[in-house]
């Protein structure tokens, strides 16, 4: 996995992805194990953007029956199987637990239904999944029992609480890199730090790109028959003069999830409803109130999500003071033996989202669409030009085959494709503790073999060095200076490369 900018100029390409996140590199896999000739390349860095702003979950769709959306749930039971096989050791199931209250929709005979009819339409979750990351079955957990999981809920008509298994991934960013392994083991060109300026027609069958390499200033041109755009909030900016981006103006949201220093529930995630009215205008049983997540993450606690309509450019938006403390506010709440404050926080996640286009201005009524989909803006015999508009992280694969499948419909791929099943595993470093990021050997072969260029590339994205707060400065100087080793970056290159890193935890620090 080297890059090498001037391997796009060498011919031309089937299927060219633009956007390196999780729906881009999904994208680039599936086209290169159908057997196209595939490109990628991102503006910044693989999974740099919303793909990093999640809880960790991939989750199965139990939420999903309140919609009666059973062909979403099957999409992401698929979508999460597919993951979990390609990369067995950065995940592990993970109990999750809600409270139940009275005998409605929050009550144990509706949950008992949702968990039995999840464990059903779930009935192949665990096929070709080794034993140690199987996924059991839904429970119901008694008053008691829910207490000692749960400790200092509200005991008024608590009746007990509903348990059942999503997945935890225990690095999103290393996972994402999983997809693009493979994909570049099958033949896929990829390049970061490597934007798409213009996409142009041709007179021909081919879309003409170019692409700007950051490091060299050099500009390429790349011919292509398809052109997935993957490039998330910025999909609209690149498609060429005539096209529309949807039927109506697109909104986003920003989705807000924040770290702090507490174990607030150590064994297991839990779901509380916010105090805030909130409603699913999709739902056919509607419970009235936001779900809020605390995921266990070592010795600390993930929290979200909280949204809130975002006008900025995906260029310039940025989480303000006034964001965590809504947010802080709301979890008070909901819980308040946390006792949070803004002195917790040691880290936060914000992505943008598609937002429906009927979404008010408040927070807690945005809307977000429910469905991944694909905007088919221009087919023509053996070309066409597609964009992936990706809302959740699980259903990446599905979304992905989708988009090939549109491609298959009028291009045939150049050489016999692989199943996703049986292909064998790309090779993937496997990093789960801190302690053996700081070793030469490794930091080396994220520079050689995985295209890491910055120190916030390491430190956000190869590892989970700063996945919980600001890693000190003596192991941010060992980081940068071995890469100013290997790349010949001066002692001013160094410090501005600490000092990137810092201002990314600025909003953080106390006065």
């Not at 950065?90 to 039995?116: S, T």
């Not at 029992?145 to 997945?167: C, E, I, Q, T, Y």
Request: aromatic share 8%; proline share 5%; with cysteine.
């Amino acid at each position: 996995m080297k890059r090498d900018t001037n391997r796009l100029t060498d011919g031309t390409y089937d299927v060219f992805v633009i956007g390196g996140g999780i729906h881009g590199v999904a994208a680039a896999r599936a086209a290169a194990l159908a057997g196209y000739r595939t490109a990628l390349t991102d503006r910044s860095d693989f999974c740099g953007a919303t793909s990093a702003n999640s809880l960790k979950i991939l989750h199965g769709g139990l939420r999903y029956l309140q919609h009666g959306n059973l062909k979403r749930m099957r999409h992401s039971i698929r979508s999460r199987r597919a993951m979990m096989r390609l990369a067995p050791h950065l995940v592990r199931p993970l109990p999750c637990v809600m409270p139940l209250y009275g005998h409605g929709l929050r009550g144990r005979e509706a949950l008992q239904i949702a968990l039995w009819l999840n464990d059903f339409i779930a009935w192949d979750r665990n096929e070709g999944l080794a034993g140690d990351i199987r996924i059991p079955r839904g429970a119901l957990v008694s008053r008691s029992g829910s207490l000692k999981l749960v400790p200092h809920l509200d005991r008024k008509h608590l009746r007990g609480a509903a348990m059942w298994f999503d997945v935890l991934a225990k690095d999103t960013e290393r996972l994402a890199l999983a997809f693009l392994q493979s994909a570049i083991h099958h033949g896929c060109t990829a390049a970061n730090y490597a934007p798409v300026t213009e996409v142009r027609k041709g007179d021909g069958p081919y879309y003409t790109l170019t692409v700007e390499d950051r490091l060299t200033g050099r500009f390429h041109s790349v011919k292509s028959r398809f052109v997935i755009n993957a490039a998330g909030p910025w999909f609209a900016s690149l498609l060429p003069a005539g096209h529309s981006s949807t039927p109506n103006q697109q909104h986003w949201a920003m989705g807000l999830n924040i770290v702090v220093n507490k174990r607030i529930f150590p064994t297991v995630a839990v779901g509380l409803e916010g105090s805030t009215p909130y409603t699913d205008r999709d739902a056919l049983l509607r419970r009235g109130k936001r779900l809020f997540f605390f995921v266990p993450w070592g010795d600390h606690t993930m929290i979200g999500t909280d949204y809130r309509l975002c006008r900025e450019s995906p260029d310039t938006f940025q989480v303000q003071r006034d964001d965590i403390e809504r947010m802080l506010e709301e979890i008070h709440h909901l819980h308040p033996r946390s006792s949070l404050s803004f002195n917790n926080v040691t880290w936060y996640h914000a992505g943008l989202l598609p937002a429906s286009s009927d979404s008010p201005n408040e927070s807690a009524e945005v809307q977000l669409e429910k469905n991944s989909s694909i905007v088919v803006h221009d087919q023509r015999q053996g070309a066409g030009l597609l964009s992936i508009k990706g809302v959740k992280y699980t259903t990446a694969p599905h979304i992905a085959e989708a988009a090939v499948t549109k491609v298959r419909k009028r291009l045939r791929p150049r050489k016999t494709s692989y199943s996703a099943k049986t292909e064998p595993a790309a090779p993937s470093l496997r990093i789960d503790a801190d302690a053996s990021v700081v070793s030469n050997e490794v930091i080396d072969h994220f520079i050689d073999e995985e295209m890491a260029i910055t120190l916030g590339d390491i430190v956000f994205r190869r590892t989970n060095l700063g996945a919980v707060q600001c890693p000190s400065l003596q192991t941010l100087t060992i980081l940068a200076e071995r890469m100013a080793h290997r790349l010949e970056w001066t002692p001013e290159k160094v410090r501005r490369e600490i000092r990137h890193v810092k201002d990314r935890y600025a909003l953080l620090q106390r006065p």
